[in-house]
């Protein structure tokens, strides 16, 4: 989902203030939402703030509060990034607080092309310019302070939050410089500290999302409390493209505590005093749904138009050398199908919105990765003026692409202008399932074949599938191409002379598609991973060993192959029914390495023995945060591998909680030990994503070794019999 | 219809309909939100409270069930020992990520060790597997169990 790569604007960041100019009254300013307090803060005092970025608040009594451009939502950002801006800053993480940005174009991550929190890119598209950000801010203050004492600025250093003059032992706190730190001029240029004089990146502090939840004072958006606020509960029409035609509003007005029944064309919103309410009204209004033209479809009628769309060419990806004539010159060559089911992304925390839309403008309590996207909706929804809409993001009780779309912020504010009152909108769990946006399914032919000595000789892949990019950000399409849904097949970490890579776009109609952790390569890296094995296994040699022959160009794969042989053992003696699988990619700038032990019952249940994960995600900024992402990275794509799939009948999706749409729970997971490997010296590279990417490549590889099964379809637990879904 | 609760040893009246989960009672009548919605059919955990020192879905216990017993949330675990260590522990071993389902994991933990101060890996399995985290955080979880019954001895 990598879509731009502009040249990251230095300028445009330290420059973007969001009221123009160095700093400006506090009686001028509306405070956010601090979200999550320094153990440390002074309070705020009426007086000047400086302010020399988008990024950055002192006031005269010293609280510092960082502005964080990228929604939290367990991946350890507020962190992250805070760690960036501290560290050139000059101050402790225990005297900042963060506070959550609104939505101003102040805050557009230039991966991503606008404001997003996606794609695993926050840190590498901070790694520089947030560093320069704080470091700026820090010159401003070192300049004031020389200024106020008459010294050099070179005479002064700046650490824990105070400027010091060694030579006279004077020292000013930032609060006490503020005022004057905004006379100072943005620099015009900044130095960044050396690797070797980090004292906060490279380090593992505590997160500073963590205490607030674990003592339930933290904030979700469904968290959001509003005086005069009702709380609503939505059910849209089950099929996509149908309406709704009727339903029982002297019932639903008639349970006690409903206040109001709402609708839309294709939905109805039940609204009470409590949640409660708001249920027991919509089970009261009996809502009646013309279900539309996909009121038949079934996921089979899907899969046999994909299918038979898979039998033409596609768009063009890749094409290196004659991938046809190689396959027919190979001593072997397997020709296979793969597929993929739609997913749900099922975050523990529904789909919610609070807002209060009024005639000169609205609020909204909200949890999103995408702010800008979510004003909009808002604005498209009422007719309001964006600069007139307050977006206050919320913590995200788990996003992995859910929250990349705002449709159901829109849907919520086309409700919520309806009535006078601030109003939170629910998706129950029975909702947030079924109607999801989900993860498109793919089928992938892929032809492979291997020379005497065991190079490859020719390489076809064929990718079938919704395009998310063509919906979701149409510009990032290339003449028909969608890079999304190749990512992960076109490049990938093997030497491969003769490679035709095509996509075939396929849109399903009774189901609309978004981004999943992993995006394409979590798709791709199961396909090209299993192929591989497949040769491997085909010619009789070891999975790992023909990965690092095939790529032996690629010095950084080689080390994580090596680094989780030797943690894992890989080739030891193993007990009957266990198999070790491996499987290597290279995703959002990032090596990885991983080895999965599974064991096969003879019931066909499985169990997940251990994992290993070596990682080069270039220089690292949390290692604990790495280390916490690749774990729980796997453990959601494992779950997906071993479990998950979204079918439909008769239009609706067939599964509607968590009893049918199963999560992996404690005692089934595995240990996971993650080995960094770092080189520092390479791009930096994203991680949310990066271990959900290497699950089911891994797990099909073990289970492979363990039972000679080779497993082309996820999910993978009922085909070996041991798991009724 | 009006009950009267008592919530981290305060005693609250609530009028609302007798069939009314607590968890929306603590969320929407007393403001409690540390108490999270995840599934309403007690599949994930995310509403765990103590009903009497019992670990209970708050999400199928009706207020009309819970009337004249306590109930202890996550907002008052800190004062409970046990509770105090679970989440000391919980930020020790960097558990958490997103968090929304932290609040029932640390109350399930909370009564698993109130029960079993030393537990094995076969207790804690049992005692948490009702609880989902999609961060996949389980790891952590085990780890920070076991280092709160250390210090429980």
């Known amino acids: 989902m990598k879509r731009k790569n502009l040249p990251t604007s230095r300028r445009a960041l330290l420059g973007a203030a969001l009221s123009g100019g160095g700093g400006f009254l506090l009686s001028a300013f509306l405070p956010g939402l601090p979200l999550l307090k320094a153990s440390q803060a002074q309070d705020t005092a009426t007086g000047v703030v400086f302010m020399p970025n988008a990024f950055i608040r002192i006031t005269p009594l010293g609280a510092v509060t960082l502005i964080m451009r990228y929604a939290e939502m367990g991946q350890g950002i ?83 939050g105070r400027v010091f003059h060694p030579g006279s032992e004077r020292s000013l706190s930032y609060g006490e ?154 001593h072997e060559r397997i020709d296979a199908v793969y597929e993929l089911p739609f997913l749900a992304h099922a975050p523990l925390e529904p789909i919610n919105t609070t807002l209060h839309i009024r005639p000169d403008g609205a609020d909204v309590w909200v949890g999103t990765q995408v702010p800008g996207r979510a004003r909009q909706e808002v604005a498209d929804a009422t007719g309001l003026r964006p600069e007139n809409i307050a977006v206050h993001n919320h913590l995200i009780g788990g996003g992995f692409g859910r929250r990349l779309d705002s449709n159901s912020i829109g849907q919520a504010a086309r409700f919520a202008k309806q009535v006078s009152y601030p109003v939170k909108l629910i998706w129950t769990r029975e909702e947030d399932m079924t109607q999801d946006q ?61 490679q035709l890579v095509e996509f075939v776009r396929d849109e399903p109609d009774a189901v609309t598609t978004l981004w999943w952790r992993g995006v394409g390569p979590t798709h791709n890296v199961f396909v090209v991973e299993s192929m591989i094995d497949e040769l491997a296994h085909q010619s009789g040699q070891d999975p790992l060993a023909l990965r690092k022959k095939l790529a032996a160009h690629q ?159 996820i999910p993978f637990a009922k085909q070996l019999g041991g798991e009724k879904a | 219809m009006r009950f009267d609760l008592k919530v981290n040893n305060v005693l609250r009246e609530v009028d609302v309909p007798p069939d009314m989960p607590v968890l929306w009672v603590l969320r929407d009548i007393l403001g409690l ?46 004062h409970t020992e046990t509770g105090a260590k679970v989440q000391q522990a919980w930020l020790d071993e960097e558990v958490i990520q997103c968090g929304y389902c932290q609040s029932g994991q640390i109350m399930a933990a909370t009564a698993l060790l109130q029960q079993i101060p030393q537990p094995t890996d076969a207790d804690i399995d049992e005692a948490m597997a009702g609880n989902i985290c999609r961060c996949g955080t389980y790891v952590r979880i085990r780890k920070a169990i076991h280092k709160a019954a250390s210090h429980e001895a």
């Open chain 2, 33 to 78: 939100t540390g108490t999270k919605y995840g599934c309403g059919v007690a599949q994930c955990g995310a509403c765990t409270v103590h009903l009497d020192g019992q670990p209970v879905r708050a999400c199928l216990l009706t207020v009309a069930a819970a009337a004249g017993h306590d109930i202890l949330t996550i907002e008052a675990i800190e």
């Open chain 1, 78 to 160: 507020y962190t992250g990034i805070s760690m960036l801006l501290a560290e050139e800053l000059g101050v402790k993480l225990d005297q900042v607080s963060v506070e959550a940005a609104p939505a101003d174009p102040a805050y557009v991550d230039s991966v991503a092309g606008e404001e997003e929190t996606g794609g695993s890119s926050s840190t590498r598209d901070s790694w520089i310019p947030l560093r320069e950000a704080g470091a700026a801010a820090r010159m401003m203050l070192v300049a004031a302070a020389a200024q106020i004492w008459g010294v050099a600025e070179s005479a002064c250093q700046a650490r824990d």
């Open chain 1, 177 to 330: 410089l503020a005022e004057a730190a905004t006379h100072q001029p943005v620099p015009a240029k900044v130095s960044l500290k050396p690797a070797s004089d980090f004292t906060l990146i490279g380090t593992s502090p505590r997160r500073l999302d963590t205490k607030a939840k674990t003592n339930g004072s933290a904030q979700f958006g469904i968290d959001a409390q509003i005086p005069g606020m009702k709380i609503g509960r939505i059910m849209a029409c089950p099929v996509k493209g149908g309406h709704l035609t009727g339903y029982n509003r002297a019932a639903a007005l008639a349970v006690p505590g409903v206040v109001d029944v709402v609708t839309l064309p294709d939905a109805i919103a039940v609204i009470g005093e409590h949640m409660w309410a708001a249920m027991k009204g919509m089970e009261a209004a009996f809502p009646q749904w013309d279900y539309g033209p996909n009121a038949t479809t079934s996921t089979d009628d899907i899969i046999a138009r994909m299918k038979k769309a898979s039998e033409q060419s596609g768009v063009v990806a890749v094409k290196n050398g004659n991938a046809q004539e190689a396959l027919k010159q190979a």
């Open chain 1, 438 to 498: 989900f993860r498109p399914y793919y089928y992938d032919r892929i032809s492979a074949g291997l020379t005497k000595d065991g190079a490859i000789s020719g390489w076809h892949h064929r990718t079938t599938g919704s395009s998310v990019t063509a919906r979701w950000y149409p510009e990032g399409m290339q003449k028909g191409l969608d890079p999304d849904a190749v990512e992960g097949a076109a490049q990938t970490p093997y030497g491969m002379p003769d």
């Open chain 1, 555 to 713: 010095p950084r794969a080689l080390k994580v192959l090596n680094e989780v042989e030797k943690q894992s053992g890989w080739g030891k003696a193993l007990p009957p029914g266990h198999g070790m699988g491996i499987a290597l990619h290279y995703s959002f700038q990032t090596w990885s390495a991983t080895v999965l032990e599974v064991a096969v019952e003879k019931n066909g249940s499985i169990r997940l023995v251990q994992v290993h994960s070596a990682v080069d995600c270039g220089p690292i900024v949390f290692p604990d945060g790495i280390v916490a992402q690749i774990q729980g990275g796997l453990i959601f794509g494992l779950t997906m591998a071993l479990y998950n799939e979204i079918t439909l009948k008769d239009g609706r999706v067939e599964q509607t909680n968590f009893h049918n749409y199963r999560m992996m729970r404690l005692n089934e997971a595995p240990d996971i030990q993650v080995h960094l490997v770092p080189d520092p010296e390479a791009e930096i590279g994203g991680i949310g994503e990066v271990g959900t990417v290497a699950a089911a490549p891994a797990l099909a590889n073990a289970l492979f070794a363990a039972t000679g099964k080779r497993l082309r379809r």
